[in-house]
Each structure stands twice: as C-alpha cells, then as structure tokens.
C-alpha cells in the first residue's frame, strides 16, 4: 500500500512539472490530482468532462482493506464566489474488506454532496464532500460515513 501511494505521488510530480504554467492560470481546472482523507486516506483523480460536468476516481486505504469509488459530478457556482463551487451526483465501489463487520469483495451504489474549491493563481484545489452509499451483501446497507476533504494538484 505504502508503494502504491509513494507511486502516486510520483506520477502526480511529473504530470506537474509539465502542467505547470497552464494550472496556474484563473479559478477553473480541467484535471487535479491528490489525496483524499477522512477515516483514512486515498487518492483522488478528478477530470472535466465539460464545463460543468466531471468524474472522479478515488482509492481509498485504511485499516479494513481498499475501497475504490467512482463519482459522476454536476457542478455549480455560486453568485460573488469565484472559484467556488457546490457539486452532487451519482457513483458506485467496489470494496475489497478484511474486517470484524465481515471478510469479502462487496459492491455498492454511491452519492455526493459537496464544496469544490480552486485557488485562483495557484494551482491547489481543495473539496470537502459526503458520500452516502449502499452496500449489498450479507450485513450490508446504508453507510453514511463517507466523504472527506480532498486537497489535490490541478492540471
């Protein structure tokens, strides 16, 4: 897991160095990558679609094993808040657990809620977000506990 981070991490310095004079320019991104925490930590890839529209893709770790989340997000803006916006949409996981609340590979449906914010003239964008989701399996259901504040390099 440590490799896999330290792999990210890596991968995200050299898209960045050739990114750079493009991502600093305005409150508006197309791509960003980063880290995601919460309860854990993951890494998040956020890409624009178009204008309003965006997906993203985060690997989350932690103690319990690997869960892998795919979001589908509509942007909005807010009037007199440049470089704020508010986003909501639909997802799904895969999640990979070796847990008390049960061992296996389970699935789910996902939804967002949250605050995206890009810094005008630097190339750091901050989210902070809910994931709401349903797991199915055995002793599986409703999980409101996702989300997290995600801190990431823009492109």
């Known amino acids: 897991m440590k490799k896999v981070m330290v792999l990210a991490m890596a991968v995200s ?8 004079s493009k991502s600093t320019k305005g409150s508006t991104y197309e791509t ?3 880290v995601k925490v919460w309860d854990g930590g993951g890494i998040s890839l956020k890409h624009f679609v178009s204008e309003n529209n965006a997906l993203e893709g985060i690997g989350y770790f932690w103690k319990q094993g690997l869960r892998i989340t795919g979001l589908y997000e509509i942007h909005g803006d807010f009037n007199d808040a440049g470089g704020l916006k508010w986003y909501i949409g639909p997802g799904a996981h895969v999640g990979f657990y070796n847990s008390k609340n049960g061992d ?3 699935i789910g449906l996902d939804g967002v809620l949250g605050l995206d914010y890009k810094f005008n003239g630097a ?3 901050l989210s902070l977000d809910w ?5 199915f399996g055995t002793g599986r259901g409703f ?3 996702w989300g997290g504040l995600g ?3 823009t492109f």
């Open 13 to 20: 310095f050299v898209l960045a160095s050739q990114a750079q």
């Open 32 to 34: 960003a990558l980063g």
């Open 104 to 106: 296996g590979t389970f």
């Open 123 to 125: 190339p750091i964008n």
């Open 131 to 135: 994931q709401p989701s349903f797991e």
């Open 143 to 145: 999980v409101g506990s």
């Open 151 to 153: 801190v990431r390099y």
